[in-house]
């Protein structure tokens, strides 16, 4: 059942960070009449001044690089997706009695528009955006949002009972929710990243698994029945149980526990319907490249089948995807050399698959904020793949290290983006290909993974002139 935030009204919240959507949840929230304090460890001077005057024109009381001094004085406390819940003034505040949520069960609360939420290590923005295309192609009242960009509250709020809301889901969102119940959900991989958040990886698939937890029999959660880690979280769940595969056939005579399924057969996507296959397109029709983006094409054509979209809507705008930007981004070719933008690879997991998906004679660029990970598993996919790696940023020397207690000696230092660049091109020859994949968050040198992408891409353009 959904609880909605209609009686906001007069009471006393503290929105914690006020990053994207934090901004957008103290506007709604300001909207629907409540009694806003915010809290941002940046310091003043660090915001836009307009933005500032908007606040304390609003009444909204400002604490920068401090905390408010009663922690009791607070209903509900709202958590940026950085923001951890086990700050201690989040646990003080707790404590005294006050709720502790987030971003997305706030947007939850605030709408009446019908959700589907994916969530995965690696996978979420492709995938998301994916099935936001396919929603659109079908003529549904769609919004894409979450960590993709636009903050889900933004939306969510305007949102009628009409209205689809694809939604990209992280961890941080998801531990933060108590009701959040999306009629489609779907979990697409299960791999260590933000351990230095939640320390366990079966705390890091708790969080995950929160996507289901509010789920019945009249929705659907949709998994890969690959990883066997992530597949496990299904014990718990309530749902209608939609697997996907790349490796194995999921049949009707095989698999009859599951009334859905979508699995690859002799290079041909397949979603089966009961005891009814019904072929979608074959994977060479795809224009994404790599075996982790079949996964993503089967999780995204299980996610639309289930919502009732038609299999020719799905075939039409699944062929014509080309991609995100960020992942797997194809920057142009410079004296007979690919350059490829992969700056949301900010985990192993995700630059192995970049590695797998190229598959040899590659100038891997990687580093920045390693987020506590052990890169040793990315180093062993350097043989037979990686030519060189140029190495940048706080985590790049841990990289390098990795690299050689691997037996990899072909390693370059570099300052920046500019300078990884062009190290890169010097010793990079005609076939080979350079991939940004840092396999570390960007927060030591940029703002996000967006900005450093920008950056690469840019310095890519200056190679061509």
């Not at 959700?115 to 979420?124: E, H, P, Q, R, Y």
């Not at 009628?160 to 992280?170: F, N, V």
């Not at 718990?236 to 697997?243: R, T, W, Y």
């Not at 960020?326 to 997991?349: A, I």
């Amino acid at each position: 059942m959904r609880t909605n935030l209609d009686n906001v009204q007069g009471k006393r919240l503290l929105i914690v960070g006020l990053g994207r959507s934090g901004i957008a949840t103290c506007q709604t929230m300001l909207d629907l009449g409540a009694l806003v304090t915010v809290q941002d460890a940046r310091r003043e001077e660090e915001f836009d001044p307009s933005f500032l005057n908007y606040l304390r024109g609003r009444g909204v009381d400002c604490y920068f690089d401090s905390l408010p001094p009663d922690m009791g004085a607070f209903d509900m406390v709202i958590l940026s997706p950085g923001a951890s819940p086990e700050l201690p003034f989040v646990q003080e505040a707790k404590e005294k009695g006050a709720e502790i949520t987030g971003e997305l069960e706030i947007a939850f609360r605030t709408s009446r528009g019908r959700f589907v939420a994916i969530t995965g290590t690696n996978g979420k923005t492709t995938t998301t955006t994916l099935v936001g295309d396919i929603f659109m192609a079908s003529g549904r009242k769609t919004h894409v949002v979450g960590n993709i960009g636009t903050a889900a509250i933004s939306d969510a709020s305007i949102a009628t009972e009409d209205d689809w809301l694809i939604t990209e889901a992280s961890s941080f969102q998801l531990e933060t929710t108590r009701w959040f119940k999306p009629t489609v959900s779907a979990i697409l991989n299960l791999t260590p990243d933000h351990l230095n958040r939640h320390h366990t990886m079966e705390a890091y698939g708790e969080a995950k698994a929160k996507i289901f937890a509010n789920q019945g029999e009249d929705c659907f959660l949709v998994i890969n029945y690959d990883d066997k880690e992530c597949f496990k979280l299904v014990e718990n769940c309530k749902a209608k149980v939609v697997p996907f595969s790349r490796e194995k056939e999921l049949n009707w005579s095989d698999y009859k526990e599951y009334e859905y399924s979508a699995f690859l057969r002799k290079g041909e996507i397949i979603i089966r319907e009961g005891d009814k296959e019904t072929p979608v397109c074959k994977r060479d029709e795809l224009k994404i490249i790599g075996d982790h983006n079949i996964e993503n094409a089967l999780a995204a054509v299980a996610i639309c089948r289930c919502s009732g979209i038609e299999v020719d809507v799905i075939r039409k705008a699944l062929t014509a995807f080309m991609g995100v930007e960020h992942r797997m981004e194809y920057c142009g070719m410079v004296d007979g050399v690919k350059y490829y933008n992969d700056s949301k690879g900010t985990n192993v997991d995700a630059s192995i698959t970049a590695l797998k998906a190229i598959g040899k004679n590659i100038i891997l660029i990687a580093g920045g904020d390693g987020k506590g990970q052990d890169f040793s598993e990315l180093a062993k996919e350097f043989k037979d793949r990686v030519k060189h790696l140029v190495y940048l940023g706080q985590d790049g020397p841990k990289i390098e290290q990795a690299a050689r207690e691997a037996g990899f000696n072909e390693s370059i230092k570099a300052k920046d983006i500019p300078d990884c660049v062009s190290q890169a091109a010097k010793v990079a020859e005609e076939g080979d290909t350079v991939l940004l994949s840092p396999a570390c968050a960007s927060w030591d040198m940029y703002d996000n993974y967006e900005q450093r992408g920008d950056h690469f891409k840019e310095c890519v353009e200056m190679l061509k002139r």
